[in-house]
């Protein structure tokens, strides 16, 4: 064996990999795995959110609920997998088992997504919702356990491929590796909500989530087998004992022992971590004093978390309220993610080779705890941001009904112009086939409405927390007809659009992906939803049709009227008259990048800072412990959006994203308190200074033994000589 071969990777273990430019082959099969695997992973979670709201139909505060137990899970099961591969399997085994695990996760829930399996009754909504939610809550289950259990054996696992001569290929390798992981992320953000936005379904078209979840599921499966292929090639380290359980045996005897000697009889040790000196060794004790420093600082990381993660939530749920619309491309809510994994190629490199030296250049001592500092700050902002984009949202949002309101909107069918009195208001003039502007609001169960000249009154009843439309006649002695509007904006940024038909015939009204059917002489159809862009509707009576086009926005509602002086067979287009019930969404998606670009700065400036404080901090076996320790506080993390988000039942969404960003303040100046009397140490120093001392200990052990051994040699030298002395054998 090389002298500079790492003794520990023999042939026995090493497989059969050959070198690519100095790379082992095998690593290229780790890479792949990971693109695809974090494809795979991001890919699921950017539509995850909105499958719960719009296909599980849940509400935005348990929609977020769920997806922030979701991730929460993913982070702490890292601490599973890492115990599992140390103490038990290897590396190599359990990336393959947990991967199986991970596959099998995510094709159920492609197939949890799947309507038509319950859909009876083929109206495109499942009728067997819990068998839906059951299966989609085992698939997330065993996603997270997959997903969390190789994240810290995979990496880890590719640096092990490399002796000890190809340092410089090793670090090339890790900088690939976490390209990988953004270039995935970046990939399926883009691929997977353009794959949802489609329509798809065997008896009825819905937005197709179960394809959404597919593609990552079928990029999960080819993860697996490239990484089975490679196994040959594999250098597979056997398990050498979890670090991890042994800092927790040591804590725990340190706690266990202290309780025992609580009496004052007892002297008081410099650190309690010394009371575990009488079963562990003491460069042990020293490791563990300098982790446990770290972790201290770990307490207020959560509160960055907290915020961080609700990209994937609120953020993505805010912009569903929103136009997509950028000119040559429509951008779908869940797409919005991109602008993160964009935004982290682009700031990392100019972070590290323009900011912080111009910052050192400046005279500044910008400490990497003072980066984490003014990451969370950064990170504040950015809720800031999308409080005043919330803000911008709700002034354009439709003020919908109470419980205890009514709303009416009016329309007339007639040719002429009609004068309406209605309580509390002023009187209404309404133009031929057309309705007013805006909703009136009651309080009242029953209202009159009255006509003025010839004069009619006419008894409405109204219903509580509903918006109404009242439509009026062309011969106001008939029967008003009273229907029901949207009560929210419709779902999924679709329009919801209606016919009404004031000819004396019926009428067909279809559109592509639509069909209004047959509509009964003043009479009105149901709601159909249709997408953004241009419709044309086709309205056809008998072997007469004519043609209507429209362009529409994102979330609006509309009322289309089509008057007894239409002519089918000509031209309908500027016949028709419409009535806008909801308006479009009017704030812009592009509002939205601000809060991605400070959220992004402080990723940088927190996370990527954070993880070499923690490495330059730790001792040189117990990275691992934490690499667990961060891993645990995004968990933590996303645990607090739900308690805050349940204690503060804010009514209003912008107040929740102040609330977020005021605690995150309040962490952040805790923080840099700790921060300010935190010393910076060199734990391979101090580890070398305890090594030097045992080598020195062992010397004079050494040294103490051989003095005794030669203090044996002369006293059985002189023993010798004594018997040898027959006069001294005498006196004996």
């Not at 003020?399 to 009609?418: I, Y």
């Not at 060199?682 to 003095?707: G, H, N, R, W, Y």
């Amino acid at each position: 064996m090389a002298d500079n071969e790492d003794p520990k990777k023999g042939r026995k273990n090493r497989g059969t990999s050959k070198e690519v430019c100095g790379y082992p082959l095998s690593i290229f099969f780790i890479v792949v795995n990971e693109f695809c695997e974090r494809f795979s992973y991001y890919g699921m979670r950017a539509v995850l959110v909105l499958y719960f709201k719009y296909f599980l139909l849940w509400d935005d505060d348990l929609a977020t609920s769920i997806y922030h137990v979701f991730v929460a899970f993913c982070y702490l099961t890292p601490i599973l997998g890492a115990i599992v591969a140390d103490s038990w399997l290897g590396k190599f085994k359990t990336i393959i088992y947990l991967s199986i695990v991970y596959a099998i996760g995510q094709v159920t829930m492609a197939i949890s997504a799947i309507h038509d399996i319950t859909d009876y009754d083929r109206d495109g909504t499942p009728d067997n919702m819990t068998f839906h939610v059951v299966l989609s809550m085992v698939g997330l289950f065993l996603i997270a356990l997959g997903t969390g259990g190789i994240k810290p054996c995979v990496a880890a696992f590719g640096g092990d491929q490399f002796g000890n001569h190809q340092e410089k290929q090793r670090r090339t390798f890790f900088s690939v590796f976490y390209l990988c992981i953004n270039g995935g992320s970046l990939l399926s953000t883009i691929i997977t909500p353009i794959l949802r936005a489609q329509d798809c379904g065997i008896y009825s078209k819905q937005k197709c989530y179960s394809l959404a979840f597919g593609v990552p599921a079928a990029l999960m499966l080819v993860a697996l087998v490239v990484f089975i292929v490679g196994s040959g090639m594999y250098y597979k380290a056997e398990p050498q004992g979890n670090i991890m359980g042994s800092v927790c045996k040591c804590i725990g005897f340190a706690i266990k022992n202290r309780y025992k000697h609580r009496s004052k009889q007892y002297p008081k040790r410099q650190h309690w971590m010394d009371w575990s000196e009488e079963k562990y060794e003491k460069l042990l004790i020293a490791q563990i004093k300098m982790v446990l420093k770290v972790l201290f600082l770990y307490i207020p990381l959560p509160m960055f978390w907290t915020l961080f993660d609700q990209k994937g939530s609120r953020w993505t749920l805010q912009a569903t309220n929103m136009d997509g619309n950028f000119g040559l491309l429509v951008i779908q809510p869940d797409q919005m993610q991109t602008v993160n994994p964009i935004l982290i190629l682009t700031l990392v490199p100019i972070m590290d080779s323009l900011i912080y030296p111009l910052i050192k250049k400046c005279g500044l001592n910008f400490t990497p705890l003072r980066r984490m500092t003014v990451g969370m700050v950064m990170a504040a902002i950015a809720f800031v941001c999308a409080a005043v984009v919330q803000l911008q949202i709700d002034i354009t949002f439709p003020t919908f009904p109470s419980a205890s309101e009514s709303q009416l909107k009016l329309m007339n069918m007639g040719n002429t112009p009609v004068t309406c009195l209605l309580p509390g208001n002023e009187p209404l003039v309404l133009p031929a086939a057309q309705a007013n502007e805006n909703f009136f609001t009651f309080k009242e169960d029953i209202i009159s409405v009255k006509i003025v000249g010839p004069e009619v009154t006419k008894s409405i009843p109204l219903v509580k927390g509903k918006r109404q439309k009242l439509l009026i006649p062309a011969n106001i002695n008939d029967n008003w007809l009273l229907t029901d509007a949207l009560n929210s904006k419709p779902q999924q940024g679709n329009n919801a659009i209606r016919f009404i038909n004031g000819m004396n015939t019926t009428l067909n009204v279809s559109t592509a992906g639509a069909d209004f059917g047959l509509i009964e002489p003043f009479y009105f159809s149901n709601y159909s939803q249709i997408k953004y862009g241009k419709a044309i509707f086709t309205l056809q009576s008998g072997s007469q049709s004519c043609e209507y086009s429209r362009d529409f926005g994102f979330g609006s509602s509309y009322t289309f009227f089509i008057p007894s002086t239409l002519v089918i067979g000509q031209n309908c287009q500027g016949a028709i008259t419409e009535s806008e019930d909801i308006k479009p969404n009017s704030a812009h998606m592009a509002l939205q990048i601000p809060q991605y670009f400070f959220i992004t700065v402080g990723e940088v400036m927190f996370s990527v800072t954070g993880l070499e404080f923690s490495y330059s901090q730790a001792p040189s076996n117990m990275k691992a412990v934490l690499q667990a320790g961060w891993l645990l506080t995004v968990a933590v993390g996303n645990f607090i959006v739900l308690i805050v988000a349940e204690l503060a039942k804010l009514p209003k969404q912008w107040a929740e994203y102040v609330l977020f960003a005021s605690l995150l303040i309040a962490v952040c100046f805790i923080f840099s308190i700790m921060a300010h009397f935190y010393t910076y140490i060199d734990p391979t120093e101090i580890e070398a200074q305890f090594m030097k001392k045992v080598d020195e200990d062992d010397d004079d052990d050494k040294s103490l033994k051989k003095a005794e051994i030669e203090m044996v040699r002369k006293d059985s030298n002189k023993s010798d000589k004594d018997e040898d002395d027959p006069g001294k054998r005498t006196k004996m």
